[in-house]
């Protein structure tokens, strides 16, 4: 998605209809607002299906990094060394 988020308050949403949101939900993000908070976010269901694939491939890269580390763990090494290592592991 590259258009810039939507902020829409959540009455405004109400009286423009669910086909208005969910025609710009496939533009771009909108962020439902309540009193100028958030209270909600509509994305497309592809952009909901590419963040949930990219958080489990992160997930995925972490439980790896952490077995590594688990399996090295006779080498000692600082906080500072494992946070690089983790984040080598991108």
Excluded: C
Excluded at 2 to 13: E, R, Y
Excluded at 73 to 90: C, G, K, Q, Y
Aim: proline share 4%; aromatic share 2%.
């Amino acid at each position: 998605m590259t258009a810039q988020p939507l902020s829409l308050p959540s009455g405004v949403a109400a009286r423009r209809g669910l086909g208005f949101v969910t025609s710009e939900a496939q533009e771009r993000p909108i962020t439902l607002t309540s009193h100028g908070k958030p209270i909600a976010v509509v994305v497309s269901a592809a952009e909901y299906d590419e963040q949930r694939r990219l958080l489990r491939e992160m997930e995925l890269k972490v439980l790896e990094t952490v077995a590594n580390l688990v399996a090295d763990r006779s080498t000692m090494m600082t906080a500072t060394e494992a946070r690089d290592r983790l984040r080598a592991a991108r």
